[in-house]
């Protein structure tokens, strides 16, 4: 189902979640983005990639031991419990013969339970039984992360990688350089739990609104070896009749350059539709920007930049920044209290058990050096067409995992 339209009829495996066999198809303009329908039939694999995508990983902090807790073998069992429902998109599976309607059932207008979001955040299971009405089965990622109401407000909450826990902070710090950029993004607040600090944002998407990630856009088109990915990804973008694509790739990857984020990969960017009429409405405000700022890197490293990886087109930050077409939108007045910003953030009460000031300093002072780099380019930069090669170009674009790595 997408939202009230009847999509396909699937069979689901009882122990796997995985699609069995897809039945008739009601409505493929409907489809997820990127599932392709040849000579009439519906490429089950592509959809099972669609379906797997929509699950929790099995590589998120401490997925393994909520599903033994709760008894079951397969993230994929968790999106049949919630009958697949999101807070990302519209799309869901009705049992055959239920009397199941997206006006009762959907998260956006209902409550939904806290279960599954206590026990992927450690809490004991309930001797009472679990509500697996939940659209933490549904969230993907590798961060530890869950959905709250919050003063009636559908709200993520999400939390840091060992051993610095910064990524919440990223989030509040990136936030304020795309405000003072006028960057269309994610607002982002960092409250406490158990010692530990979290970011809290509210759902950009709505009940009509859904959020189509550039994973999925990629999938509508196959790649030549000849042509980049950034070049793939604007054509796949015109194909679709999606609008702005390069004003807000420039953005995204200034932004970027600036906070040295290592895990923008696909699926941490995308473009907003009408769930019903499935126009396009833009590209979404940008989010997820917490692996950055050297998170995980300690200050020497931080300082010596040696380390940082680049993602979704490059895989060098420098090599990235040749993309932008044009610099002229940025007013780097605006970024002149950066160290200042970053500070703030960085030495909030609690955070000094995680970061000490030498890690502020060193942060404080790489930024800056790619603000004043940035704005050296800027000032050379004449808006021309570039030769975009493949050089450089990511060849694996998957998430970071915070998985602490172990040295002999």
Known sequence: MHKRTKVAEMELDDATGYIQKIGAVYAPEHLPVGVPVRRGATDRAALNEWWTDRSIPTSRSGVREALEMLEINSPKMLLVRC???????????????????????????????E????????????????????????SDGNLKKRWKIINGKRCLVKGGSNPFRQQ?????????????????????????????????????????????????????????????MYQHFINCCEALGIQGTVPFLDRMMV??????????????????????????????????????????????????????????????????????SDFRWINFDRLADGKELIASVLSADGAEEFIDESRISAIAAVTAKRIQTLR??????????????TEDDVEEDIAEDYTPKMEM
């Open 255 to 324: 932004l970027d350059y600036i906070i040295a984020n290592e895990d923008r990969h696909f699926n941490n960017f995308g473009v907003l539709r009408d769930a019903e009429t499935l126009h396009w409405l833009g590209f979404a405000p940008i989010y997820d920007s917490g692996s950055s700022l050297g998170y995980d890197k300690t200050s020497a490293q931080i300082r010596s930049e040696k380390e940082v990886i680049c993602k979704p087109f490059k895989n060098h930050h420098a090599e990235q920044l040749k993309l932008v």
């Open 83 to 113: 009958y697949g429902l999101s807070l990302s998109d519209q799309y869901w599976i009705c049992p055959e013969g239920s009397d199941l309607t997206w006006d009762r059932i959907n998260f956006f207008g209902n409550d939904f339970s």
């Open 168 to 228: 919440p902070f990223n989030e509040a710090i990136a936030a304020g350089i795309m405000e003072r950029l006028d960057i269309p993004h994610v607002p982002y607040t960092v409250t406490w739990n158990k010692g530990a600090p979290y970011s809290v944002c509210e759902d950009f998407v709505t009940e009509n609104t859904e959020l189509v990630s550039a994973w999925r856009i990629l999938k509508t088109q196959k790649k030549d070896n000849s042509t980049s």
């Open 376 to 389: 050296d380019i800027a000032l050379q930069h004449m808006p021309s067409p570039v030769e975009i090669t």
């Open 115 to 138: 279960d599954i979001g206590d026990v992927l955040f450690g809490a004991d299971k309930k001797a009472d039984g679990l509500d697996f009405s939940s659209p933490d089965n549904t």
